[in-house]
């Protein structure tokens, strides 16, 4: 008789929570799509992709809600059609008929771990990859019906087009503008632009080439006409590499090993690659510093460059600037002839590639030149590329330990002057962003975990508030069982921001995500004995 109640009781809870959930889940898969459809104007066919994908993340909160509806409902119409008390007239106890409650809320406890820990990363990795393959689409679908397309994350590259032809993978009237923070840094004109995309492991590596172009740089108040320019731009996941996202096997490993983590190892190949600029422009200040005749030699696979200048200074964005006389010897790396000499005013070396093993590129701007036949000419824009870092500069950063050659003090005792305020703000941005990693992590693990136990004691609260509640309508039961629903994550998301608060202890944010469980269990634990008297 017991059984044939439970299963009785089960089925009809089991029931709700299924129409609560399929219903809960479609409202709210419709809203996590809503941000790629707006801002990256993903189509039609990639909408039921990513719905698909968010779909763990829309149950990992729908799942409680839904046991926490079908608990109230059912046990509050057990309860108000008098069918409790007659079981209970017949000798059996009101825990015994909670079992099936109970059985409910720990399938939903175990399901929301489960979710949280380990599908719903998976599903958001498969997200991740989707949207990739389909950046192509994205850019040229977002021109044709805006005119312009916003590089993700940052927003650091506009690209405005008159026409675009997906087919052929070209703009016509184009402009690529560069911003960084509220100041333009280059803006490209050109007739047209054939864009190609090269797909990497964790980005899209975005390459524009603009044919018959018209270069302009604020800060240098002049332009350049160029007859081809290629512009390549970094195109990262729409997601963005976050630790609310990762497995709990990655989030320890990330922690073991912060290189792991994206938005670390970027910050950090950023300040690799600037304290390289700095340590090469010291090392060219050091070698040209004996006059006009002092040059300093850099090789590529093709030729030896050997230039002069009056003077070297390391700049933003990983680039060293050569001004004044700046006099530039090529020569062929197999017969050691001499190909040309160029003379300019402006030259500037800065890194390219992979900034943890980058080569060197050198660009001359209205240089003079003459080779060794007698002819001469006159260059807009001379470019040399794939330049090995000098054996001088690259001893001093050789290491496993990235995180280790780029620490304020190994660059303060590399640098003569000290690092530059470029170099200062990327690593105190390097040492935040760890910081921030490691308090997530631990945040994130708490909060899963309160969450996830915490969905047993809200069903149970809403279960005895079902009882409780018997003499009025059947939905006000679920209505306050809600507030203590709103308790726990409050409690949890306060716990969180204060772990992640720099100038507070992480310890306090971790307790205070505990205490709203602990609270209440202890709300569940005197409700049931208010019952169990009753």
């Known amino acids: 008789m017991v059984f044939t109640l439970h299963r009785y009781i089960f089925r009809e809870a089991f029931k709700v929570f299924v129409l609560a959930a399929v219903a809960l889940t ?32 829309t149950l990992t909160f729908v799942l409680p809600m839904a046991a926490l509806f079908a608990a109230a409902l059912v046990y509050g119409r057990l309860a108000s059609d008098n069918e409790l008390d007659a079981c209970r007239a017949s000798g059996i106890s009101l825990m015994t008929l909670v079992y099936p409650g109970l059985a409910l809320a720990i399938i939903v406890a175990i399901s929301n771990l ?93 390459q524009i080439t603009a044919y018959n172009t018209y270069q302009m740089n604020p800060e240098d108040k002049g332009g350049v006409f160029f007859e081809w320019l290629p512009v390549t731009v970094e195109f990262p996941s729409m997601l963005g590499d976050d630790i609310k996202f990762k497995k709990i096997d990655e989030m320890k490993k990330i922690r073991l090993d912060l290189m792991r983590f994206d938005p670390i190892a970027k910050l950090a190949r950023d300040s690799y690659a600037q304290f390289i600029v700095e340590l090469l422009a010291q090392d060219i200040v050091d070698k040209i510093a004996g006059g006009s005749d002092s040059f300093y030699r850099l090789h590529s696979d093709e030729k030896f460059v050997e230039f002069t200048a009056s003077q070297c200074v390391a700049r933003d964005e990983e ?132 969450f996830g136990i915490g969905c047993v004691t809200l069903i149970m609260i809403g279960i005895g508030l079902g009882i409780i509640l018997k003499g009025g309508h059947l939905l006000s039961a679920f209505g306050v069982s809600s507030v203590p629903a709103a308790v726990l994550v409050v409690c949890i998301i306060m716990g969180k921001n204060v772990t992640k608060n720099p100038q507070s202890m992480a310890d306090i944010g971790t307790v205070l995500m505990w205490s709203g469980l602990v609270f209440l269990s202890l709300l569940a634990i005197l409700m049931y004995r208010k019952l169990l008297k009753n």
């Open 26 to 57: 479609l409202i709210l898969s419709l809203g996590s799509v809503l941000r790629f459809v707006q801002e990256y104007g993903v189509g039609p066919q990639q909408v039921i992709h990513l719905m698909g994908y968010f779909l763990p993340i």
């Open 114 to 206: 489960i979710l949280s820990f380990h599908v719903m990363p998976t599903f958001v990795h498969l997200a991740q990859k989707s949207l990739k393959a389909d950046a192509r689409q994205i850019l040229f679908r977002n021109i044709q019906r805006r005119g312009y397309y916003k590089l993700p994350p940052e927003g650091r590259y506009l690209i405005y087009a008159d026409q675009a032809d997906s087919k052929n993978d070209t703009l016509s009237g184009v402009v690529v503008t560069e911003v960084k923070g509220s100041e333009v840094k280059k803006i490209i004109t050109a007739e047209s632009a054939r864009v190609h995309f090269s797909p990497h492991k964790r980005f899209n590596e975005v």
């Open 319 to 450: 680039k060293v600037q050569l001004t004044g006389d700046v006099i530039v010897v090529e020569s062929d790396v197999a017969t050691k002839q001499t190909l040309q000499t160029l003379h300019t005013t402006k030259a500037l070396l800065y890194v390219t590639g992979d900034k943890l093993a980058p080569t060197l590129t050198m660009e001359l701007y209205n240089a003079d030149w003459q080779r060794v036949d007698g002819s001469r000419g006159l260059t807009q824009r001379h470019i040399t590329r794939g330049l090995i870092l000098p054996k001088a500069v690259a001893d001093k950063v050789e290491t496993e330990n990235i995180l280790e050659v780029i620490s304020p003090a190994s660059t303060a005792s590399a640098l003569r002057n000290g690092p530059s305020l470029e170099l200062k703000g990327l690593q105190s941005g390097l040492q935040r962003r760890i910081l921030k990693t490691l308090t997530e992590i631990k945040a994130e693990m708490h909060s899963r975990l309160v």
